[in-house]
C-alpha cells in the first residue's frame, strides 16, 4: 500500500497557508500510476489553490517495487533530524525485506534513485553500474585535468542512461555534467569491462540473499 500523509504549509511564491500532501511511501505494484510521477520527480507536487503555481515538497520516502522484489530508501541528507526510533524501525524492515531475497538500496539524492529504479528495471547488476560509474567520473575528472587552461572547480555527475546495442557492439551510455545546463553523453564500451563486470552485469539474482 502506498502511504500518504498532510501538512501545512505557506506557498512559497504567494504565501498563503496550504493543506498538502505528500507520500511516505509509494507501492508501484498496486499503484503503477505513481511510477510515472515518481520517475518525473513529480510525486509531491501540489498546485496552491489561491495563485495555481506549483508547489514541490522534497521529502524522503520508499519506493516499493513488490513484483520485482525492490525495495528503495530516499534519505535526503539535508534530513538531519534523524529520530532513532526511527532510524531502529527502517533498519529492522531493511533487514526484514533482505532476509526476503529483496534488493534494498538507500539513496540520499532525489536523481539517484530514479537512476537506480532505471537500472534495475532493465534486470542490470546495479553494483556493477556504479562500478563503471566511478571509472566514467575518474576519466572525466583527469581529462580536465590534462586541459591545463580551464579555470574552475569541475565536480562531474556522471548517470546511467541505458545500455546500446548494435549488431556487434554494446555499450553503457552515460550523461555527465559538472552544470545541469551542459549534459554530455558519454559510451563506454563493453569490451572495457573487465570480465568479472561482463559476468555479472546482467545478474540479479547475486544482489539477493
Ligand atoms: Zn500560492
Avoid: W
Wanted: charged residues 30%; aromatic residues 8%; hydrophobic residues 30%.
Amino acid at each position: 500500500m502506498s502511504r500518504n500523509n498532510k501538512t501545512r504549509q505557506n506557498c512559497p511564491h504567494c504565501n498563503s497557508e496550504q493543506e498538502l500532501n505528500y507520500y511516505q511511501s509509494v507501492n508501484v505494484t498496486l499503484n503503477p500510476e505513481l511510477k510515472s510521477k515518481v520517475l518525473s520527480g513529480k510525486l509531491n507536487d501540489s498546485i496552491c489553490t489561491n495563485c495555481h503555481k506549483e508547489i514541490n515538497i522534497v521529502s524522503g520516502f520508499f519506493y516499493h517495487d513488490m513484483s520485482q522484489k525492490i525495495m528503495l530508501e530516499l534519505a535526503l541528507a539535508d534530513d538531519d533530524t534523524v529520530d532513532h526510533k526511527e532510524e531502529d524501525a527502517k533498519n529492522q524492515l531493511r533487514d526484514k525485506l533482505i532476509e526476503q531475497g529483496y534488493i534494498y538500496r538507500k539513496l540520499k539524492q532525489y536523481p539517484r534513485l530514479t537512476e537506480k529504479i532505471t537500472i534495475l528495471d532493465q534486470k542490470l547488476n546495479d553494483l556493477v553500474i556504479e562500478q563503471v560509474t566511478h571509472r566514467m567520473k575518474s576519466i572525466l575528472d583527469e581529462s580536465i585535468k590534462e586541459v591545463g587552461s580551464i579555470e574552475g572547480n569541475f565536480d562531474f555527475k556522471v548517470f546511467f542512461k541505458k545500455i546500446e546495442s548494435s549488431l556487434f557492439k554494446k555499450k553503457i551510455v552515460f550523461h555527465c555534467f559538472s552544470h545541469p545546463s551542459q549534459i554530455m553523453e558519454m559510451k563506454y564500451d563493453f569490451k572495457n569491462l573487465t570480465s568479472d563486470e561482463k559476468n555479472k552485469l546482467y545478474n540479479q539474482d547475486i544482489l539477493r540473499k
